[in-house]
């Protein structure tokens, strides 16, 4: 994740840092939804770039609605309660931001 890497986790005062926590985000999505889906990381990549191609806004939008649902379903296993609203905003951010260094598109969605 080359974007990943122009983050700082310098300034922060917990134990994880920006870089970190910016890490973890699209990680725990590819561990427990994406790759149980998708067999390689890239595979789903090229489903994102097929997907932006059509003319149905929903299809297009189909990574993020599959994004949203995950965080809006997803329990914890640490805490065994639903993430937080900063947390899903931090890992949409993320996955956003991952997908438009791939995908090379304008991603219309916002988180």
Do not use: Q
Not at 58 to 67: D, P, Q
């Amino acid at each position: 994740m080359a974007w990943l890497s122009t983050l700082s986790n310098e300034g922060t005062h917990s134990t994880y840092g920006t870089y970190d926590t910016y890490g973890s985000c699209p990680f725990n999505y590819w561990l427990n939804s994406l790759s149980k889906e998708y067999p390689t990381l890239w595979d789903w990549i090229v489903a994102v770039k097929a997907e932006r191609k059509s003319d149905d806004n929903m299809t297009r939008k189909g990574w993020a609605l599959r994004l949203i649902s995950y965080l809006n379903s997803y329990i914890s296993p640490v805490t065994h309660r639903p993430v937080s609203t900063d947390y899903k905003n931090m890992t949409g951010t993320t996955v956003k931001g991952f997908l438009k260094a791939h995908v090379l598109d304008e991603l219309d969605c916002r988180f």
